[in-house]
């Protein structure tokens, strides 16, 4: 008799320190939750990471094989401008102004 409530004594002890293990410890639920949310956090970021990789090598394909293109792209960069063309610079607040008038 006295072993085996010394049994189910055991067993108590070793179900209390598996709950403990399970959602007190840094190994348990909580350190699955977060590593799960974190996966999720990664896989959203790789996805970015390669959607962004897409865009610039479908740029780099374009600037590769279009002219046109290429030609816009430096010339909206660089403020490059054709031989007979005149190309006015107006400062970012002067351009901030007029839109919130405009938006008023």
Same mark, same amino acid.
């Given at each position: 008799?006295?072993?085996?409530?010394?049994?189910?004594?055991?067993? $108590?002890? =070793?179900?209390?320190?598996?709950?403990?293990?399970?959602?007190?410890?840094?190994? =348990?639920?909580? $350190?699955?939750? *977060?590593?799960?949310?974190?996966?999720?956090?990664?896989?959203?970021?790789?996805?970015?990471?390669?959607?962004?990789?897409?865009?610039?090598?479908?740029?780099?394909?374009?600037?590769?094989?279009?002219?046109?293109?290429?030609?816009?792209?430096?010339?909206?960069?660089?403020?490059?401008?054709?031989?007979?063309?005149?190309?006015?610079?107006?400062? *970012?607040?002067?351009?901030? $102004?007029?839109?919130?008038?405009? =938006?008023?």
């Amino acid at each position: 008799m006295v072993l085996r409530h010394l049994f189910l004594l055991l067993l $108590a002890g =070793g179900n209390i320190f598996l709950l403990f293990l399970l959602f007190i410890s840094d190994q =348990g639920v909580n $350190a699955y939750l *977060e590593m799960a949310q974190r996966h999720e956090r990664l896989l959203h970021s790789i996805q970015q990471t390669e959607d962004h990789s897409r865009r610039l090598s479908r740029e780099i394909r374009w600037l590769k094989s279009n002219k046109k293109y290429m030609e816009q792209v430096i010339r909206s960069k660089t403020n490059f401008v054709k031989e007979d063309e005149v190309l006015y610079l107006f400062p *970012e607040t002067f351009h901030n $102004a007029t839109a919130g008038e405009q =938006g008023e």
